[in-house]
C-alpha cells in the first residue's frame, strides 16, 4: 500500500478523481431507466477518455518503441477480432452490434483500441506489484481474463456484441487469455516509471461499473 501512495503525484491524483467522477456518473447513467440508452452512446467515448488517461499518466516515459508496440497491440486486436467475427476462430461464433462505431469487415474499428487500452492498463498494475518480467504477462493475462468474465454480461446487454450460443463460449476465454499474454509479451522490452496507480484506477472503476451494471440487470 506504501508503495501505491507513494506513486501518487498531484497531477495522478487528479487523474484518479476524475476517473472516479466519471464512472459514478457512468453507473448512475446506467442504473437510471431514462438515460440508459443514451450513456450506452457513449461507450466509445468513455474508453477513448480511459485511454487517454492513461496516456496522460506514462507520456513521460513513452519513445518511438512504445508508440510502435502500441500500434503493433492495436493491429494485432483488431485482425483478431476481424478473423474472429468472419469464421468463429478463436472466440466462437459471434457479431458485433453497432455500439462500438464504425465497422470494416464486421468488425469495429475502435475495438482495437479497448485491446491497447486493457493491454496498457493491466501490464502497469502488474509491473507494480511483480519484480519478475516474465512473470509481468501471466499476471496481466489473467487480470484481462478476469475482466472478460465481467464485461461478457455487459457487452451482451448493451448490444456491443452477441454470441450464437446461448452461454459465452469456453474457447473464448482460453483465446482471450493466450491473446493477452502473447500482447504483454511484446510489452517486456518497454520501460514505464510511472502511470501504476493511475492503471490500477481505471481498471478497477471499470470493472466495479461491470459488477453493478451486472447485478442491476440480474437481480432487478
Request: net charge positive; no cysteine; glycine share 6%.
Amino acid at each position: 500500500m506504501k508503495k501505491l501512495l507513494k506513486n501518487i503525484t498531484v497531477t495522478n491524483a487528479r487523474l484518479i478523481r476524475t476517473v472516479i467522477s466519471v464512472y459514478i456518473i457512468g453507473v448512475l447513467g446506467f442504473l437510471i431507466p431514462y438515460t440508459r440508452d443514451f450513456f450506452v452512446d457513449l461507450t466509445v467515448l468513455n474508453l477513448l477518455f480511459s485511454l487517454v488517461v492513461l496516456f496522460l499518466a506514462v507520456w513521460k516515459d513513452l519513445n518511438w518503441r512504445h508508440i510502435f508496440i502500441f500500434v503493433l497491440v492495436y493491429v494485432l486486436g483488431y485482425g483478431i477480432e476481424v478473423v474472429g467475427v468472419n469464421t468463429g476462430w478463436p472466440f466462437g461464433n459471434y457479431a458485433y452490434g453497432d455500439v462500438l462505431g464504425v465497422k470494416v469487415f464486421e468488425t469495429p474499428l475502435f475495438i482495437g483500441v479497448n485491446w491497447l487500452l486493457l493491454v496498457l492498463a493491466t501490464n502497469l498494475i502488474a509491473r507494480q506489484r511483480i519484480e519478475n518480467k516474465w512473470l509481468v504477462p501471466v499476471a496481466a493475462a489473467t487480470m484481462m481474463l478476469i475482466f472478460d468474465i465481467a464485461l461478457e454480461p455487459f457487452a451482451i446487454y448493451t448490444g456491443m456484441w452477441t454470441w450464437e450460443a446461448i452461454i459465452v463460449p469456453f474457447n473464448n476465454y482460453v483465446a482471450w487469455w493466450i491473446i493477452a499474454f502473447v500482447m504483454h509479451v511484446l510489452f517486456v522490452p518497454l520501460k514505464f516509471t510511472r502511470g501504476y496507480t493511475v492503471a490500477a484506477a481505471v481498471f478497477l472503476a471499470q470493472i466495479i461499473f461491470f459488477i453493478i451494471v451486472n447485478l442491476k440487470n440480474y437481480l432487478i
